[in-house]
């Protein structure tokens, strides 16, 4: 750990202009459950911290809006998953984030900062020891030919096969969420889908976010689907655990046949992964045990194993189905 | 010898606990004290070719960085298994040779904590990297058998009775398998932790110990001072499990560090560097051949096992001591071999030996009833034995049958159906029953104990023992009160402290049947001595009011015990800080303690994950002094079997070297919400040979069997046997 200044911004104005002013050291930090446990690591190292935790109205969560949900970056993860209405109206969000980690984290981690948790590659988190490009570039994958039980089926590069580690932004990925955020450049808003980048042969750069820029909210449109939605996850415990597989998945139905469907899976890839295809697959499909497996097939179709993850393609599979078959009971 | 039963009471210290009053060594705090912390090895065999500390030293509030260069000249303090006193013979920084990752290389102290991590952290150092190998798959030059070995005779002896080879060869029915395990660390909640602080040459260690003996003797020997000078206070122990048994690799580094400086200085061993600082249980791998008749007797068996050492110690491996002496076998022969590879020298983990052998062999007893087409139950019961097979003598007491039956009838057994696969539940969950017995040795240890009782109802009790959470200061409170007449609360505890009595290591279950027949002696002799106030006069009085009468502040007396049978000798090496047990070969007897436990399982049909909904254990552990932290010791050990059999591995990289998921997020230890029911029952029968209260031991018999239980309850649910743990989804798929 090395010595940094801590500042708070009181607006977010303030935190932009004060992170442009700044170099790369400089990070905003919110909840701070991923940049202190790394920076205690030594994997990180700013010099310079901007806390963003109380930025006015940054931990505002709104359900009421006909339209969409709207979550304050800044809110906590607890805050969110305790909202009401929210647990009856759209399970696989709730179910997500009381998943997610243990109930001190999610007491004190952010909805915003907990989309960029970085992964937990041991091989990234063990520092000098172990080659990593995505820790320092250039040095290697020493995941390729390790310890790969928990890393990437899918998305994964020569570079760098590391797991996007969270459940709330592959819940938020089945929903369509889009995320607002500001910059020196004014305001943007980015499909959630596109705020995290395959590892491709720069696994060091994770988002499509500029240095410069802060998540201020994450938006969901709301849709009939939200009821009938689930976020299944499987892992080595029943708590406290990152997934070995997990599948958001939501469901709208004409009778028995499948109007429309959400996948998404989650603990199998390097970035929240839509199972677009898995989906297209499904409409005016009777959902029984066989069409489940054949679309959570499809989710996983392209899936590569490495040396001891393969089995992960199958309990994807599997997940992808038993996650169907769980929402169809909440249409 | 007791016979009564003891009262369900709460623990003594339960209050202070659940309000984190307990105050554990990383929790001290003292004036001018500084901070210290480690910098460790990230090559996995070598030697140190420079270490540039100019860095660190240079940082403001950095006070000291030592290295091989400033430590070489510590004396040896030995390794436990060895005569001496540490947890391995290689005491980090002595030298530059590096003989495992994670091996400390630097100790910087500093102002603060932050300073000290900043600092270590600018250490860097230039290796001569070394091949390594980390594998029980070894090249036969680091294999060692034994029996061959320089290990002592007869303790490290292979066991041979009859002959198994010819009996097994002969055998109706064979079962011949290898089960295995992974590394996995022990990882309490309270780490290595030493704050070390001198005063006019004396130097006084606070540090969670089970040995505090041990350690104020090692560090007075690597430090070149008499034993007199250094005192070793370690009145709680937040979790030892054996990792906290012996000399630790940074109690010395703390002690001198505070020497230099002239201040206290305050060492606490990270959790990622705690996979790499002490010892952990071995990876093992063990063949099991079973021969039995087809009407289901046991004939033969044969045990052979694999178990990881050091490169620079024989930490030895004693597996068959305990499978065996599981059932009535005749013929028995075991083979043990250690497999040396460049970690530390691995070391003893809550039931160390008999964790794993019982896994083995309790697997393959279960293998064996299901090709005799037997209940596993029945099986058992109709192998039992009231003599020991391995020498013949009798055993002090065995309750093992009555722990299945009633076991058993708890559980429901009869209601089991016998094909694997053939249970399930409403929602299509693959259930699965599984039994097996476990067994661990009723050790007894040398103690002093001395009394004080004061003419105000209060009394001081000091007797070698460390309380670590098992509950032992609730355990001696109430045998004491019980004994005086003086309520729980009025008794003062004085455990854990060189300066009371002699503290001998506190590991081997024999933590209770050393200090409460010790304690309890002690009470008799305060009796006596009190009646001797008073002659005539005392009957019916408290001990204050027979103190008051004579017109008594107070009154002392001492005793010392053995256990049966050894020599006086025992109290030197008490008094040196020298392990000093017995059993379970006892000159007239063996002396075991039992369980047997009942395990359901549920396994996912699709996802295939296996939850572990109820467990009933039942003990044979001789008399029962404190029925709630025993319940308490069983229930912990249930969960221990379950992360040992379910959850818990130490991941190798064998280019690495190290373990690499050196951390409580990713070493999977099992949380609340794998836990079910665990229903404890007690035979709670006093032991009439092993000492006077009756008391064999509890602490690790508990955890022994269950991993074997769940295995065979998961194959019960599924057809699937699983030699290998931890089990996992993967395995199963």
Request: glycine share 10%; net charge neutral.
């Given at each position: 750990?090395?010595?940094?200044?801590?500042?708070?911004p009181r607006?977010?104005?303030?935190?932009?202009?004060?992170?442009?002013?700044?170099?790369?050291?400089?990070?905003?930090?919110a909840?701070?459950?991923?940049?202190?446990?790394?920076?205690?690591?030594?994997?990180?190292?700013?010099?310079q911290?901007?806390?963003?935790?109380?930025?006015?109205g940054?931990?505002?969560i709104?359900?009421?809006?006909?339209?969409?949900?709207?979550?304050?970056?800044?809110?906590?993860?607890?805050?969110?998953?305790?909202?009401?209405?929210?647990?009856?109206?759209y399970?696989?969000?709730?179910?997500?984030?009381?998943?997610?980690?243990?109930?001190?984290?999610?007491?004190?981690?952010?909805?915003?900062?907990?989309?960029?948790?970085?992964?937990?590659?041991?091989?990234?988190?063990?520092?000098a020891?172990?080659?990593?490009?995505?820790?320092?570039?250039?040095?290697?994958?020493?995941?390729?030919?390790?310890?790969?039980?928990?890393?990437?089926?899918?998305?994964?590069?020569?570079?760098?096969?590391?797991?996007?580690?969270?459940?709330?932004?592959?819940?938020?990925a089945?929903?369509?969420?889009?995320?607002?955020?500001?910059g020196?450049?004014g305001?943007?808003?980015?499909?959630?889908?596109?705020?995290?980048?395959?590892?491709?042969?720069?696994?060091?750069?994770?988002?499509?976010?500029?240095?410069?820029?802060?998540?201020?909210?994450?938006?969901?449109?709301?849709?009939?689907?939200?009821?009938?939605?689930?976020?299944h996850?499987?892992?080595?415990?029943?708590?406290?655990?990152?997934?070995?597989?997990?599948?958001?998945?939501?469901?709208?139905?004409?009778?028995?046949?499948?109007?429309?469907?959400?996948?998404?899976?989650?603990?199998?890839a390097?970035?929240?992964?839509?199972?677009?295809?898995?989906?297209?697959?499904?409409?005016?499909?009777?959902?029984?045990?066989?069409?489940?497996?054949?679309?959570?097939?499809?989710?996983?179709?392209?899936?590569?194993?490495?040396?001891?993850?393969?089995?992960?393609i199958?309990?994807?599979?599997?997940?992808?189905?038993?996650?169907?078959?769980?929402?169809?009971?909440?249409? | 010898?007791?016979?009564?039963?003891?009262?369900?009471?709460a623990?003594?210290?339960?209050?202070?606990?659940?309000r984190?009053?307990?105050?554990?060594?990383?929790?001290?705090?003292?004036?001018?004290?500084?901070?210290?912390?480690?910098?460790?090895?990230?090559?996995?065999?070598?030697?140190?070719?420079?270490?540039?500390t100019?860095?660190?030293?240079?940082?403001?509030?950095v006070?000291?960085?030592?290295?091989?260069?400033?430590?070489?000249?510590?004396?040896?303090?030995?390794?436990?298994?060895?005569?001496?006193?540490?947890?391995?013979s290689?005491?980090?920084?002595?030298?530059?040779?590096?003989a495992?990752?994670?091996?400390?290389?630097?100790?910087?102290?500093?102002?603060?904590?932050?300073?000290?991590l900043?600092?270590?952290?600018?250490?860097?150092?230039?290796?001569?990297?070394?091949?390594?190998?980390?594998?029980?798959?070894?090249?036969?030059?680091?294999?060692?058998?034994?029996?061959?070995?320089?290990l002592?005779?007869?303790?490290?002896?292979?066991?041979?009775?009859?002959?198994?080879?010819?009996?097994?060869?002969?055998?109706?029915?064979?079962?011949?398998?290898?089960?295995?395990?992974?590394?996995?660390?022990?990882?309490?909640?309270?780490?290595?932790?030493?704050?070390?602080?001198?005063?006019?040459?004396?130097?006084?260690?606070?540090?969670?110990?089970?040995?505090?003996?041990?350690?104020?003797?090692?560090?007075?020997?690597?430090?070149?001072?008499p034993?007199?000078?250094?005192?070793?206070?370690?009145?709680?122990?937040?979790?030892?499990?054996?990792?906290?048994?012996?000399?630790?690799?940074?109690?010395?580094?703390?002690?001198?560090?505070?020497?230099?400086?002239?201040?206290?200085?305050k060492?606490?061993?990270?959790?990622?560097q705690?996979?790499?600082?002490?010892?952990f249980?071995?990876?093992t791998?063990?063949?099991?051949?079973?021969?039995?008749?087809?009407?289901?007797?046991?004939?033969?068996?044969?045990?052979?096992?694999?178990?990881?050492?050091?490169?620079?110690?024989?930490?030895?491996?004693?597996?068959?001591?305990?499978?065996?002496?599981?059932?009535?076998?005749?013929?028995?022969?075991?083979?043990?071999?250690?497999?040396?590879?460049?970690?530390?020298?691995?070391?003893?983990?809550?039931?160390?030996?008999?964790?794993?052998?019982?896994?083995?062999?309790?697997?393959?007893?279960?293998?064996?009833?299901?090709?005799?087409?037997q209940?596993?139950?029945?099986?058992?019961?109709?192998?039992?034995?009231?003599?020991?097979?391995?020498?013949?003598?009798?055993?002090?007491?065995?309750?093992?049958?009555?722990?299945?039956?009633?076991?058993?009838?708890?559980?429901?057994?009869?209601?089991?159906?016998?094909?694997?696969?053939?249970?399930?539940?409403?929602?299509?969950?693959?259930?699965?029953?599984?039994?097996?017995?476990?067994?661990?040795?009723?050790?007894?240890?040398?103690?002093?104990?001395?009394l004080?009782?004061?003419?105000?109802?209060?009394?001081?009790?000091?007797?070698?023992?460390?309380?670590?959470?098992?509950?032992?200061?609730?355990?001696?409170?109430?045998?004491?009160?019980?004994?005086?007449?003086?309520?729980?609360?009025?008794?003062?505890?004085?455990?854990?402290?060189?300066?009371?009595?002699?503290?001998?290591?506190?590991?081997?279950s024999?933590?209770?049947?050393t200090?409460?027949?010790?304690?309890?002696?002690?009470?008799?002799?305060?009796?006596?001595?009190?009646?001797?106030?008073?002659?005539?006069?005392?009957?019916?009085?408290?001990?204050?009011?027979?103190?008051?009468?004579?017109?008594?502040?107070?009154?002392?007396?001492?005793?010392?015990?053995?256990?049966?049978?050894?020599p006086?000798?025992?109290?030197?090496?008490?008094a040196?800080g020298?392990?000093?047990?017995?059993?379970?070969?006892?000159?007239?007897?063996?002396?075991?303690?039992?369980?047997?436990?009942?395990?359901?399982?549920?396994?996912?049909?699709?996802?295939?994950?296996?939850?572990?909904?109820?467990?009933?254990?039942?003990?044979?552990?001789?008399?029962?002094?404190?029925?709630?932290?025993?319940?308490?010791?069983?229930?912990?050990?249930?969960?221990?079997?379950?992360?040992?059999?379910?959850r818990?591995?130490?991941?190798?990289?064998?280019?690495?070297?190290?373990?690499?998921?050196?951390?409580?997020?990713?070493?999977?230890?099992?949380?609340?919400?794998?836990?079910?029911?665990?229903?404890?029952?007690?035979?709670?029968r006093?032991?009439?040979?092993?000492?006077?209260?009756?008391?064999?031991?509890?602490?690790?018999?508990?955890?022994?069997?269950?991993?074997?239980?769940?295995?065979?309850?998961?194959?019960?649910?599924?057809?699937?046997?699983?030699?290998?743990?931890?089990?996992?989804?993967?395995?199963?798929?």
């Amino acid at each position: 750990m090395h010595p940094f200044t801590y500042t708070k911004p009181r607006t977010a104005q303030d935190a932009i202009r004060a992170i442009a002013a700044g170099d790369a050291g400089t990070r905003f930090i919110a909840g701070g459950t991923t940049l202190y446990d790394l920076m205690k690591l030594d994997v990180e190292a700013p010099r310079q911290i901007l806390d963003v935790s109380t930025l006015p109205g940054i931990a505002t969560i709104d359900t009421a809006n006909p339209r969409e949900l709207v979550f304050g970056a800044g809110a906590k993860m607890v805050a969110a998953a305790t909202h009401a209405g929210l647990r009856a109206d759209y399970p696989a969000l709730v179910e997500a984030l009381d998943k997610a980690a243990s109930q001190q984290l999610r007491n004190m981690a952010s909805l915003g900062g907990n989309l960029l948790q970085r992964t937990r590659c041991n091989y990234f988190r063990g520092g000098a020891a172990y080659a990593c490009n995505k820790r320092s570039p250039g040095s290697g994958c020493a995941a390729l030919n390790g310890l790969d039980r928990g890393h990437a089926v899918l998305g994964g590069s020569d570079s760098c096969i590391a797991v996007y580690p969270g459940d709330w932004a592959v819940a938020l990925a089945a929903f369509d969420a889009v995320v607002d955020v500001q910059g020196t450049a004014g305001p943007r808003t980015i499909p959630l889908a596109q705020l995290h980048r395959e590892p491709g042969s720069t696994p060091e750069t994770e988002t499509s976010l500029a240095r410069d820029e802060l998540i201020l909210r994450i938006r969901v449109p709301k849709t009939p689907l939200g009821r009938a939605s689930t976020y299944h996850k499987i892992r080595d415990r029943e708590s406290y655990a990152f997934a070995l597989a997990s599948a958001a998945v939501a469901l709208r139905m004409d009778g028995t046949r499948v109007r429309e469907a959400r996948i998404a899976l989650g603990g199998l890839a390097t970035r929240p992964w839509r199972a677009s295809v898995a989906e297209q697959g499904l409409v005016g499909q009777v959902l029984n045990a066989a069409t489940a497996r054949a679309a959570g097939e499809a989710a996983l179709r392209g899936a590569r194993a490495g040396h001891h993850n393969g089995f992960r393609i199958e309990l994807g599979i599997r997940t992808v189905a038993d996650a169907l078959l769980i929402a169809q009971e909440r249409v | 010898m007791t016979t009564n039963t003891f009262p369900d009471v709460a623990r003594i210290d339960a209050h202070d606990k659940v309000r984190g009053a307990t105050r554990y060594a990383s929790d001290d705090s003292r004036p001018g004290m500084l901070h210290a912390t480690l910098a460790c090895a990230t090559i996995g065999r070598g030697s140190i070719q420079s270490i540039d500390t100019s860095a660190a030293r240079a940082l403001r509030g950095v006070r000291l960085v030592l290295t091989h260069a400033e430590l070489s000249r510590l004396q040896p303090a030995g390794f436990l298994l060895a005569g001496g006193y540490g947890v391995q013979s290689l005491q980090p920084l002595t030298s530059p040779n590096i003989a495992y990752f994670g091996q400390p290389i630097a100790l910087v102290v500093a102002e603060t904590l932050e300073v000290a991590l900043q600092a270590a952290a600018l250490i860097r150092t230039a290796y001569a990297v070394e091949p390594h190998q980390m594998g029980l798959d070894a090249p036969e030059a680091d294999i060692v058998a034994q029996q061959e070995s320089p290990l002592p005779k007869p303790m490290f002896e292979d066991v041979h009775v009859g002959d198994a080879d010819a009996v097994f060869a002969q055998a109706a029915v064979q079962i011949d398998a290898t089960y295995a395990s992974a590394v996995q660390h022990h990882n309490p909640m309270e780490l290595l932790a030493t704050v070390a602080e001198w005063s006019e040459g004396r130097l006084t260690i606070h540090e969670g110990t089970q040995n505090a003996e041990g350690v104020r003797h090692g560090v007075a020997r690597q430090l070149g001072i008499p034993a007199e000078q250094v005192r070793v206070i370690s009145p709680q122990v937040g979790g030892g499990f054996g990792q906290k048994n012996s000399l630790q690799g940074q109690t010395v580094l703390a002690a001198f560090a505070a020497r230099a400086l002239g201040h206290s200085v305050k060492l606490v061993v990270r959790r990622s560097q705690l996979f790499h600082a002490s010892s952990f249980r071995a990876a093992t791998r063990h063949r099991i051949r079973l021969g039995a008749d087809h009407g289901g007797t046991m004939l033969a068996a044969i045990h052979e096992t694999d178990a990881q050492t050091s490169r620079h110690d024989l930490f030895p491996s004693v597996n068959a001591e305990v499978s065996a002496r599981l059932h009535g076998i005749a013929n028995f022969r075991a083979r043990e071999r250690l497999v040396r590879t460049d970690t530390q020298t691995p070391g003893y983990m809550r039931a160390p030996f008999e964790h794993m052998a019982c896994f083995a062999f309790e697997s393959a007893v279960d293998e064996l009833a299901q090709a005799l087409g037997q209940d596993p139950v029945a099986l058992r019961l109709a192998n039992d034995t009231q003599r020991d097979p391995v020498t013949g003598k009798p055993l002090s007491s065995r309750h093992l049958a009555e722990c299945l039956r009633r076991g058993a009838a708890r559980f429901g057994w009869a209601r089991r159906s016998m094909a694997p696969g053939s249970m399930q539940d409403a929602e299509g969950q693959l259930i699965g029953w599984g039994v097996a017995a476990g067994a661990y040795k009723a050790a007894t240890a040398p103690a002093v104990a001395r009394l004080r009782v004061y003419d105000d109802g209060t009394a001081l009790a000091s007797v070698g023992v460390h309380e670590m959470g098992q509950g032992i200061r609730t355990a001696l409170a109430a045998a004491l009160s019980r004994k005086l007449g003086i309520e729980p609360d009025q008794i003062t505890l004085d455990i854990g402290d060189t300066n009371s009595t002699p503290q001998h290591i506190t590991v081997g279950s024999w933590g209770t049947a050393t200090a409460v027949p010790a304690a309890v002696e002690a009470a008799d002799a305060m009796l006596s001595a009190l009646a001797e106030l008073l002659p005539g006069d005392a009957a019916g009085r408290s001990p204050a009011e027979i103190l008051r009468a004579a017109g008594r502040r107070s009154l002392d007396v001492a005793i010392r015990r053995k256990a049966p049978g050894q020599p006086d000798a025992v109290f030197t090496r008490l008094a040196t800080g020298l392990p000093a047990p017995l059993g379970p070969n006892y000159p007239d007897f063996v002396s075991f303690s039992y369980i047997a436990h009942f395990v359901e399982v549920r396994v996912e049909p699709t996802t295939r994950r296996i939850r572990v909904p109820r467990v009933v254990s039942v003990a044979d552990c001789g008399r029962v002094i404190s029925p709630r932290t025993a319940a308490s010791q069983v229930r912990g050990g249930v969960v221990w079997g379950i992360g040992a059999a379910l959850r818990e591995a130490s991941e190798v990289d064998p280019r690495y070297g190290g373990f690499l998921n050196a951390d409580l997020a990713d070493y999977v230890l099992p949380v609340n919400a794998d836990i079910g029911d665990i229903e404890v029952e007690f035979i709670d029968r006093a032991d009439p040979l092993v000492n006077a209260m009756g008391i064999k031991g509890l602490g690790e018999v508990a955890m022994v069997g269950v991993a074997a239980a769940i295995a065979n309850a998961v194959h019960h649910a599924t057809g699937i046997r699983l030699r290998d743990l931890p089990i996992r989804i993967e395995h199963l798929m």
